[in-house]
């Protein structure tokens, strides 16, 4: 069972500043890496997928990188909206989809 | 428009049983799988079962198997998730997504409440 392991747990930034979500698989995944964005209520939403492509309507400030096993999201200046809770998800298991523990990115 | 609409959460109790449905519109339901993700509250989404298109292929994480039964009739365009021997960490959002790599559709999601 590949494992993946999120950090920081929480990361607490103010509007503007840069962000830099880790994600750690237990082992090499190759790119079959997803990043999701959750607001509260909400479903998560898809932003990148194959460790860096961006998802259909999502800003060129979300950045994914990595392969093997570490992978990065980078979010390049906060937005207000960007606030929220993000998870990797590993596809190399497909169609089975686990996900890591997250990341809440909160407002300093 | 693609839409999920998922129905069928409520509260059950230990040992109980509880069927979701997923009614999809807005697209050729036949031709697409499906998966159902879950969310405990305060945690993260968890996997939990997928279907392929003619239902002939299915996959359980290892928390629900030989408890939940995944199943769809694509003659009405719903997908379902029948789950028995509920358990109170069953407790949770339940989500029917369509999952296509670049692209994903996601219901509301449904609450399902495992209590005595």
């Known amino acids: 069972e590949i494992v993946l392991t999120q950090s920081p747990a929480t990361l607490s930034l103010s509007p503007g500043e840069r962000a830099t979500l880790s994600c750690r698989a237990s082992q090499s995944i190759s790119t079959y890496l997803a990043w999701y964005q959750q607001k509260p209520g909400q479903a998560p939403r898809l932003l990148i997928y194959?460790?860096?492509n961006r998802a259909t309507g999502i800003p060129d400030r979300f950045r994914g990188s990595g392969s093997g096993t570490d992978f990065t999201l980078t979010i390049s200046s906060l937005e207000p909206e960007d606030f929220a809770i993000y998870y990797c998800q590993q596809r190399s298991t497909w169609p089975k989809l686990p996900f890591g523990g997250g990341t809440k990115v909160e407002i300093k | 428009e693609v839409q999920l609409v998922e129905s069928g959460g409520g509260l059950a109790q230990p040992g109980g049983s509880l069927r979701l449905s997923c009614a999809a519109s807005?697209?050729?339901?036949?031709?697409?799988?499906m998966h159902w993700v879950r969310q405990a509250p305060g945690k993260g989404p968890e996997w939990v079962s997928y279907i392929s298109t003619s239902g002939t292929t299915i996959y359980y994480a290892d928390s629900v198997r030989g408890r939940f039964t995944i199943s769809r009739d694509n003659a009405k365009n719903t997908l379902y998730l029948q789950m028995n021997s509920l358990r109170a960490e069953d407790t949770g959002v339940y989500y029917c997504?369509?999952?296509?790599?670049?692209?994903?559709?996601w219901g509301q999601g449904a609450l399902v409440t495992v209590s005595s």
């Open positions: 997504t369509r999952v296509d790599w670049d692209v994903d559709h």
């Open positions: 194959d460790a860096s």
């Open positions: 807005g697209f050729t339901f036949s031709s697409y799988s």
